[in-house]
């Protein structure tokens, strides 16, 4: 029965995970009128109460339990809120959902073709959402933005969700069998690299270019992948002529460290950030423990802005207990997926590789994302922390290790196998 159970949550988690990226609400008349997230939320809480195994609830890895003790402080912030209905939206519609996904991801993943099942749907969806956002999009138009009224609406979140599927879809093109596959992954990663210049996103920018830094250094460099290198070079030229004839690009990137550019399309937005941030700052000072309230800045600003800022808008929210919490997740997952290089299954298994360095650059676009969008309360980040515990677990159980051939008349290796859910 417990085996139906955790076949049952799994399935459960993938049909979450469709319609978080995939919205169909979006593009079927009438369907708006169902609340879609509502039913996907209700069918992972019940997936994550009834089908994940007790050992797995008891043996939470350090970065599941920092999430769940900072869903817990943001439950507390919301009496002390500025505007406590949208706290209690902010914490109970969305940022609860992140929290449910890592541990349904951690408690029903247990091996790698069901994460890459996972992967894919993740690395699809976004990737043939930007494909049709560019095809319905006119340059006339200005920014490019989103199909999706959601997630990747906006062109700031759009870019920023490119830049970290972008590592996976390259993950996807180089497993990919057969010359038309890799084709095609190759054409979406071309259409996604266009999109987040299309987007005049500084924050996607900054993310794309950390993130194609790890890729060539992890697929190329280290993987022996020339064709990743050559690959880099053509898309790097071709950035540099879209910079050339764009003039509105280069001086919208300009004014990330220069101010106001004159041509950059948005005068006064250096300032209008640089504000904000120093806003968010005055308010994590002042409301130190409980902050203005999640997703309260906007309104008690009263200028309806983010703050452009995951970290500062995090602490001016909920308090600087929330901000370490949220950087102690943060590092502990970035060395967790480090770590995995250190477990037999990394040495064994090429997905594996694979799938880590493809997280590595996912985890690292966010990083600097972060630090230029206001992201906190979306799920993109909490899916990385609940795929790295899964990898972390997988990668340390022999049964995923192919079985090497043993000489004749000497005695098989056994290989280390961590205890389940040890971090």
């Not at 008349?29 to 609340?35: C, D, N, R, S």
């Not at 899916?383 to 515990?389: A, R």
Request: some cysteine; glycine content about 8%; hydrophobic content about 50%.
């Amino acid at each position: 029965m417990a085996p139906l159970r955790s076949s049952l949550a799994y399935s459960a988690l993938v049909i979450f995970s469709v319609l978080y990226y995939i919205r169909p609400e979006d593009f079927i008349p009438g369907l708006a009128i169902v609340p879609i997230n509502k039913i996907a939320g209700g069918i992972a809480l019940a997936a994550l109460l009834f089908g994940v195994p007790a050992s797995k609830r008891h043996r939470l890895t350090a970065e599941l339990k920092i999430l769940i003790v900072l869903l817990v402080h943001l439950l507390l912030c919301i009496p002390f809120a500025y505007w406590r209905g949208g706290a209690f939206d902010t914490v109970v519609n969305k940022f609860s959902k992140g929290v449910i996904v890592a541990l349904l991801i951690y408690g029903v993943t247990t091996t790698v073709r069901e994460l890459r099942r996972l992967l894919f749907i993740q690395a699809a969806a976004v990737a043939l959402v930007t494909l049709a956002s560019v095809a319905a999009h006119h340059m006339l138009q200005g920014r490019l933005m989103g199909i999706q009224k959601g997630i990747l609406e906006n062109p700031n979140d759009l870019a920023i969700n490119i830049a970290i599927n972008f590592p996976l879809c390259v993950a996807f093109m180089i497993a990919a069998r057969g010359a038309a596959k890799k084709l095609l992954w190759g054409a979406g990663l071309a259409v996604m690299g266009w999109a987040v210049v299309a987007t005049y996103s500084r924050s996607g920018l900054l993310a794309m270019v950390v993130t194609a830094m790890v890729c060539v250094w992890e697929f190329g460099i280290k993987g022996k992948r020339p064709y990743i290198l050559m690959g880099t070079v053509v898309v790097a030229l071709l950035a540099v002529g879209v910079v050339v004839v764009t003039p509105h690009y280069l001086a919208r990137m300009q004014s990330i460290f220069g101010g106001n550019v004159e041509g950059s399309l948005d005068r006064g937005s250096f300032e209008a950030r640089q504000q904000l941030l120093k806003e968010s700052i005055v308010l994590t000072v002042t409301h130190p423990i409980f902050g203005v309230g999640p997703g309260n800045f906007a309104a008690y600003t009263g200028e309806w802005r983010v703050a452009h800022n995951t970290y500062t808008e995090l602490s001016a929210e909920a308090g600087i207990p929330a901000l370490l919490l949220f950087l102690a997740l943060l590092v502990l997952t970035s060395r967790k997926v480090r770590s995995v290089r250190e477990l037999p299954g990394y040495a064994g298994s090429e997905e594996i590789r694979l799938w880590t360095s493809a997280l590595w650059a996912a985890l690292a676009a966010y990083l600097a994302g972060a630090l230029f969008a206001s992201t906190e309360y979306n799920l993109f980040p909490y899916f990385m922390v609940g795929y790295v515990c899964a990898l972390y677990q997988i990668a340390g159980r022999k049964e995923e290790l192919p079985q090497q051939p043993t000489p004749a008349g000497s005695k098989r290796t056994r290989h280390w196998q961590p205890a389940e859910g040890q971090a």
